[in-house]
């Protein structure tokens, strides 16, 4: 089992050819970077001796240490609770701006997309069936499956007696091919045409494209 720094000290030897001392300086500064306190007492402490906050810290640290152009986050909040996940997500913003380097969110909460994010895409089944800029997204969504994920949030102005939105059905197995639009079986805006074609990504606005047969009329339900 490897210390926190020294599995950091590992990347950077890795990528740079450093040496381990100045390897290990380096994940005390990565440490230092993702505020993590007392740095130079922590790379000598293992995963289970902190907390789950700081170990995503010591994670987005070990993805940073050799200054990548790209930092692909998948899930990064998951299991934390609601404190600590906004605090993670003001980190990676934070030092998206200080290091320049792009960041990548694959989520499944819309909050973390509203909160975080520039440019959405949003993929079904395996395919990207929409893309478009934040506020575009969430303003008029032109895919039944985006709509229909914005409707299953909860929102404390529906009150508590309305029963949460949920889309019908169940993803398609991926084992067989699928025959036009893969969303179609759960969509009430399915037509014969999206049972029989798959639809293609087209342009629905500026910057704004979707993978609908009906796109047009979804974004205006």
Not at 3 to 26: C, D, L, N
């Amino acid at each position: 089992v490897y210390t926190v720094g020294r599995q950091i000290a590992e990347a950077v030897q890795i990528h740079t050819k450093a040496s381990r001392p100045a390897a290990m300086k380096k994940a005390e500064e990565m440490l230092r970077l993702v505020r993590i306190a007392d740095p130079e007492r922590r790379v000598n402490n293992y995963p289970h001796e902190m907390s789950g906050g700081m170990r995503q810290r010591a994670m987005i640290a070990m993805a940073l240490a050799c200054s990548p152009e790209l930092l692909i986050a998948d899930e990064p909040t998951t299991a934390l609770d609601v404190t600590i996940q906004a605090q993670i997500l003001r980190l990676i913003i934070d030092l998206k701006v200080r290091t320049g380097t792009a960041v990548m969110f694959i989520t499944h909460d819309l909050g973390v997309v509203a909160e975080t994010c520039q440019r959405v895409v949003v993929m079904y089944a395996g395919r990207i069936v929409e893309q478009a800029s934040v506020i575009d997204l969430f303003a008029r969504p032109a895919h039944p499956y985006t709509q229909g994920l914005m409707r299953s949030v909860p929102d404390r102005r529906r009150g508590r007696q309305r029963r949460l939105p949920e889309i019908p059905g169940i993803v398609p197995s991926l084992r067989e091919p699928i025959v036009g639009c893969s969303f179609a079986p759960r969509c009430p805006f399915a037509i014969d045409i999206c049972r029989d074609k798959t639809p293609a990504l087209r342009d629905v606005g500026s910057e704004h494209a979707a993978a609908c047969w009906r796109a047009e009329e979804v974004m205006g339900a």
